[in-house]
């Protein structure tokens, strides 16, 4: 059976704005064993105030949650396999990642997931994930096309990539959950072959909020059949979980035409805005 991994989710209770109880982090494990997820990887919000911290006393809380879920599942004898990162808010101290417990996906201090802000450009963006690539550590971009500004911004995150930086999508965006303009980018960025990962960033065990990534996947699967979807949901994240280089081909990323995907993205906006075709119901 294939690997599928999701390297982006808030599934440890009481630790940030996911899961709230044990009880919900366990039902959110057993709704992915469900939909075939086989490995997790915990992403944590890492707000400034925990990045500040010299002693980061909130890692402790964490990672003994971490540890309570892990035996419950294994109580429960669930087949997921889990492991431990976070979600770093994009501050000034994002190049000091490496150098806490946990920051990085497994400790490796080979990649870090990062997010934006999502109502407001960052600034002073390149050179800090430039300090993070001197250090071998590749930030990994959390859901791109969920940030108001990114038309605005299109330009600067394709120079990002550029640089070595990669870009995680939501399945939910995908799915439609977070609006059309998330959903065309997130589309996009697949069709493109820009985004290396698709991932859940599950908060909830709700159909539109929880582990979501296959069927996103699959969606893909109908949509681009040439593509390897595959590889966003198992070889690519497997190898950031595993701290291995990833292999793939930047060159689409000077292909990225700004102005045509924005024309294309307008009349995709009025079609679904003015018409309401393919307007999801809530």
């Known amino acids: 059976m294939k690997k599928i991994v999701d390297i982006h989710n808030h599934y440890i209770h009481e630790v940030d704005d996911g899961s709230r109880s044990l009880d919900m982090s366990m039902e959110m494990l057993k709704q992915a064993v469900e939909r075939g997820i086989t490995d997790i990887v915990a992403t944590p919000h890492q707000l400034e105030i925990d990045q500040a911290d010299s002693e980061h006393a909130r890692q402790e809380k964490i990672l003994k949650h971490f540890q309570i ?24 101290y994002i190049p000091e990642a490496p150098k806490v417990a946990y920051f990085t996906y497994e400790d490796k201090k080979k990649y870090a997931l990062v997010e934006f802000a999502m109502n407001w450009k960052p600034s ?14 590749t930030p990994v971009l959390a859901h791109p096309e969920r940030y108001s500004f990114f038309w605005e911004f299109a330009d600067e995150i394709m120079r990002l990539v550029r640089m070595g930086v990669v870009l ?15 959903q065309y980018i997130a589309d996009m960025l697949i069709r493109k072959n ?79 805005e003015i018409f309401g075709i393919g307007k999801r119901k809530r």
Not at 82 to 89: A, D, I, K
Not at 124 to 137: A, G, N, R, V
Not at 209 to 219: E, P, R, T
Not at 244 to 255: V, W
């Open 124 to 137: 002073q963006h390149d050179k800090l994930f430039y300090k993070l690539l001197e250090q071998d550590c």
């Open 194 to 272: 820009l985004a290396v990962a698709i991932a859940s960033d599950a908060h909830r065990p709700h159909y539109n909020n929880g582990f979501n990534i296959k069927i996103a996947a699959d969606m893909c699967k109908n949509k681009y059949p040439k593509h390897d979807i595959d590889s966003l949901i198992s070889d690519n994240p497997w190898k950031i979980v595993q701290g291995e280089d990833l292999l793939f081909d930047d060159e689409p990323a000077y292909e990225f035409d700004h102005s045509k995907e924005f024309k294309l993205w307008r009349r995709y906006r009025f079609k679904h």
């Open 168 to 182: 995680q999508v939501n399945g939910g965006s995908l799915l439609g959950f977070h609006g059309i303009q998330a």
């Open 69 to 92: 879920i892990k035996d419950e599942v294994n109580k429960e004898k669930l087949p997921v396999n889990l492991y431990l990162g976070g979600e770093l808010y994009f501050t000034r």
